[in-house]
């Protein structure tokens, strides 16, 4: 008896699956990643007997947008479809005679028919549809528990210190490639496989990435108070470091990221501001000013001094000799630093006819050498007044006389080249060949 009744279930269960299935996924919730596919039957359906994991060759299997389909066949991925639509799977080894070749139909599930009834007339296979969401999964949270090392670098004050700092937001990610991350994270499950199941680990390697991620943007001299406006680079950055473990291994990469305002222990907000405050004091300018602050507060008090405001005015005069410093210099070495540095502006907006070539071959723009300390030779055509100023044009630059008739400027009037020796010029340029003559005296 168990022989026939392992027959009748053998063709029964053939017959059952010969019928093409439909498979289709509901919509999948913002907290499910993947879901097992399900055949559509519904009261008028026949196909309501046929085992849920065989797939009849022919099957339909439909494809929404933010979903790619996996057809696993006996455990291993048999075919991938990431394409909106609706999919025929025509590669399944359980025949039907609603697909091909009639008489081939028939002798297929004869040999269908004789195989399970070898396995007790159950099918000796396992088919199933994956869906696996590719949408953008939203509104992870994190947030450190302990605080994270941040260098805080200016190159414009020397700044350069470490602290700690708390950080929390949101972030992004999805699933690139669905393959791995049914293989290697949510393969063999049953229903649906939610995100809740993998938000623990992910929040806690998405915070160890952080710190090295930081160290990146560090880099740039990124202040901890612009980090939330750095969230792109943030991002690539933690691409970057989790790139093995997410992208290789599971297949997920980091879509946004965003910060909330970081926090600094109290410690490390007055050293940053201490260390800021201290560097601007480097400028004698700004020195001063606050000097002069000073001072102007000092003599309030003193004006009001208890004991009166002469006694108040001695102990600040005693207190300024003390410090050494006076404001007024202080303001002077400012001016003559803007002075330089506008001079250095108009040297650097200038040509490189500024420059000159020492003879041990170094390059200068000063009056002497920066290597060996010689002086810049003095220009051709050059000329020395009686109060001691040299001048290259014809009025002295410093007491205004003016030259002298009896010392001649040559200046070549087709190329501009100058002599050396003013008193006794070449008889042709060397640069465009053309003759001196007295259309060359300036």
Same mark, same amino acid.
Not at 111 to 118: D, H, S, V
Not at 237 to 264: D, H, I, Q
């Given at each position: 008896m168990g022989l026939i009744k392992a027959g009748i279930n053998a063709a029964s269960g053939v017959l059952a699956d010969a019928w093409k299935e439909y498979f289709y996924c509901e919509a999948m919730g913002s907290n499910v990643l993947a879901v097992q596919g399900r055949k559509k039957t519904n009261e008028k359906s026949q196909n309501t007997k046929g085992e849920n994991n065989i797939i009849s060759n022919g099957s339909i299997i439909s494809v929404n947008e933010g979903q790619c389909a996996l057809i696993v066949d006996g455990g291993k991925v048999a075919e991938v479809c990431a394409e909106t639509g609706e999919f025929t799977y025509d590669s399944s080894t359980q025949p039907t005679v609603f697909c091909g070749d009639l008489g081939d139909s028939i002798m297929n599930t004869l040999?269908?028919?004789?195989?399970?009834?070898?396995f007790g007339g159950q099918a000796a296979a396992d088919q199933r549809v994956y869906y696996i969401n590719t949408k953008e999964i939203l509104s992870c949270r994190y947030g450190t528990v302990a605080p994270i090392l941040f260098r805080v670098y200016d190159k414009n004050t020397g700044l350069d210190v470490d602290v700690s700092l708390r950080c929390n937001g949101e972030y992004s990610y999805k699933i690139a490639n669905p393959v791995l991350f049914y293989t290697n994270v949510c393969s063999n499950f049953s229903g649906s496989y939610t995100t809740d199941k993998l938000d623990s680990m992910l929040r806690s390697e998405i915070v160890t990435a952080l710190q090295p991620a930081l160290g990146k943007i560090s880099d740039m001299g990124v202040r901890p108070s612009q980090l939330p406006s750095?969230?792109?680079?943030?991002?690539?950055?933690? $691409?970057?470091?989790?790139?093995?473990?997410?992208? @290789?291994?599971?297949? =997920?990469?980091?879509?946004?990221? $965003?910060?909330?305002?970081?926090?600094?222990?109290? @410690?490390?907000?007055? =050293?940053?501001k201490e260390m800021q405050k201290t560097a601007v004091m480097r400028d004698p300018g700004m020195a001063a000013a606050h000097l002069t602050q000073a001072q102007g507060e000092a003599m309030k008090a003193a004006a009001s001094n208890a004991?009166?405001?002469?006694m108040g005015f001695f102990g600040m005069n005693m207190a300024q000799q003390a410090g050494g410093i006076n404001a007024g210099n202080l303001f002077n070495m400012a001016a003559a630093n803007q002075a330089a540095a506008q001079g250095a502006q108009g040297n650097n907006s200038t040509s490189d006819a500024g420059s000159w070539k020492c003879s041990c071959g170094a390059v200068n723009t000063g009056k002497f050498c920066t290597s060996c300390g010689e002086k810049k030779p003095e220009k051709g055509g050059s000329w020395t007044c009686s109060c001691g100023a040299s001048n290259q044009g014809k009025f002295c630059t410093n007491c205004g006389k003016a030259k002298p008739a009896g010392v001649p400027l040559y200046k070549c009037d087709k190329c501009g080249w100058e002599p050396e020796d003013p008193t006794n010029p070449p008889k042709f340029c060397p640069e465009c060949g053309d003759p001196f003559d007295s259309n060359d005296i300036v």
């Open positions: 040999k269908e028919i004789g195989k399970r009834f070898t750095h969230t792109m680079e943030i991002c690539d950055a933690l $691409n970057e470091v989790l790139n093995k473990k997410w992208g @290789e291994l599971r297949g =997920l990469t980091v879509c946004s990221f $965003n910060m909330n305002p970081v926090s600094l222990s109290k @410690e490390d907000e007055d =050293l940053i004991n009166g405001a002469a």
